[in-house]
């Protein structure tokens, strides 16, 4: 029977939300009451004025620095700095044309640091040769005799100078020229001496310089290609 009554109980508690008879009710504890002082209070808030807004919180400043900044003058630099980087840019693109004009440079008179087998024209190939017989290197003094030549020729339009061409190629210019057979004979030597890897001695460098002296000033005393057409023509 006890058992029967406890499940009626349990069922009509967990169904119905109603407590059993014999439910132990906690005792419930009082809030604690404190006393309020209306002096006091009057005395707290007198003097304050509800009827103004409360002024805006000063700001900061780190340093002494100020940070107010117009958002006007931010756009002004802004737009400036832009158009100075434009101007920059510019210069750099247009800087050879614009600095240097249009001009013409004198391939005979102007020299860098080219390499010959680059560009004979833009090669210092005198001072080249200068230091090659002063640090007595005879075979690559040769070289650079025989690149002065290449550049004469090149400049009296008897041949046309290409990075790719060879020495073969320029005797085959010099076809219809009087000075083919000395060009034949000058390049023999320095194809001898330089692809041969001959070593010379002061006396024998000697006797070829001499042999590519005398060509220089055969080839300087003639006119040039250009020259020889303009006179051939006039005399027509």
């Not at 504890?29 to 805006?56: C, L, M, T």
């Amino acid at each position: 029977m006890r058992m029967r009554l406890l499940k009626i109980y349990l069922w009509l508690f967990l169904h119905c939300g109603v407590l059993p008879a014999f439910a132990i009710e906690l005792p419930q504890q009082a809030p604690e009451k404190h006393s309020f002082s209306e002096a006091q209070w009057e005395k707290v808030k007198k003097g304050i004025d509800y009827s103004r807004e409360a002024p805006p919180a000063e700001k900061k400043s780190t340093r002494g620095l100020s940070f107010d900044f117009d958002p006007g003058i931010g756009k002004a630099v802004i737009y400036i700095a832009v158009f100075v980087l434009l101007i920059f840019i510019l210069l750099k693109v247009l800087k050879g044309n614009m600095l240097l004009g249009d001009k013409k440079i004198n391939s005979k008179n102007t020299f860098t640091n080219v390499a010959p087998e680059d560009d004979i024209h833009h090669s210092n190939l005198e001072e080249l040769y200068a230091q090659a017989m002063a640090e007595g290197n005879f075979r690559l003094a040769v070289r650079y005799r025989y690149l002065i030549i290449i550049r004469e020729l090149s400049n009296k339009q008897f041949i046309k100078w290409k990075k790719e061409k060879t020495n073969a190629d320029y005797i085959f210019d010099m076809m219809n020229n009087a000075f083919q057979k000395p060009f034949r004979e000058v390049t023999f030597l320095f194809e001898k001496i330089w692809y041969g890897q001959t070593e010379l001695s002061e006396q024998n460098f000697l006797l070829v310089s001499t042999r590519f002296n005398e060509f220089m000033t055969e080839v300087k005393g003639n006119p040039s290609a250009s020259e020889e057409t303009s006179k051939s023509q006039t005399d027509s």
